[in-house]
């Protein structure tokens, strides 16, 4: 069986890829270059109830509120958006999402007509720099979270201040912090320079809600992939897919993904809006990709059909989950 058809069924092992690809994995694993050290068990038989429950318990939601230092000092406790991310739409009786879409990258929805359904979702989550202009019938056009990585805002390339893909939106940034997750240390060297445009951005748009992960948060979810994944997964954060589809399962009842695990429209495209091929986009190098893809499949409730034909998944959100 194809790496593919392995994660259609949930399981996989390193061994399924390519030589170049283990090669790049044990160098990361050698590089450990975000100095993990992880002690937890290696569990592998978990049901998809528990799983779920350990992910609602650990994945709890969390953004930096200025309240640790050296923010408090720093005054962010003024500068971050007064509501919470999980209370944004939840004021006036609002009560959150119903249905959502997370829509990853992947070069592989690539005419799949899927926009007038992604489109047709209370909220719909979007990553870094992907564009719905020219791709409208293939991603759809509404897109109500953004969740950019610190290259977005360091790296001139993006025009993060100016591009239309980052205004009208709610923003949602990360950075990973060095595993022991010491805040001192990971203000004085993120991996880049995401604290700078932050502060600007909100003393331009103090309207516009832009939250930054709290690094032990987007940690905490490597913990629950290792923790239920047998093999030794690459110590290095989980990919901004993985990371936007915990958080919508926390803002919305139900979550579909689009194209996170592959279609049959399957490709090494990396992405849908570049001519870039690479098939550790889709199964992972630096990210424990295909352990996080494993374990999404592992809570899917959708039937096989939607996997292959639309690459879609669905999760519950965490609110409709009893543990
Ligand atoms: O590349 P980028 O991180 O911006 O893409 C957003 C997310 O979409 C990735 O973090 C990954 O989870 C997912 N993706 C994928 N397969 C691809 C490209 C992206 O699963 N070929």
Redesign the pocket.
Known sequence: ASVVQRLWRGSVSSGMLSPRLQRAMRDYLSANKHHVTYEGRRWAAQSSRGLLCELKDQARLRTLDGSEQPFSSLGWAHLVPRLALEQLYRQGGQRGFRSCAVV?????ILHSGLGKEIDSHDAVLR????PTEGYVRDVGNKTTIRII?SQILANPKNHFNTSSLYKKVTLVAWDPAPYAVNLHKWYASPDYNLFSPYVEHRRLHPTQPFYVLHPKYVWQLWDVIQGNTQETIQPNPP????I?ILLMMALCEEVHVY??I?SLRQTD???YHEGYYDAA??LGAY?P?LY??SLVQRINTGPERDLKRKGRVTLPGFSTVNC
């Open positions: 990853t990258s992947a070069g592989a990553f870094n720099a992907a990585n990919s901004s897919g993985f936007g194209e996170y592959p495209l990396c992405h986009c889709t990210h990709l996080e893809k």
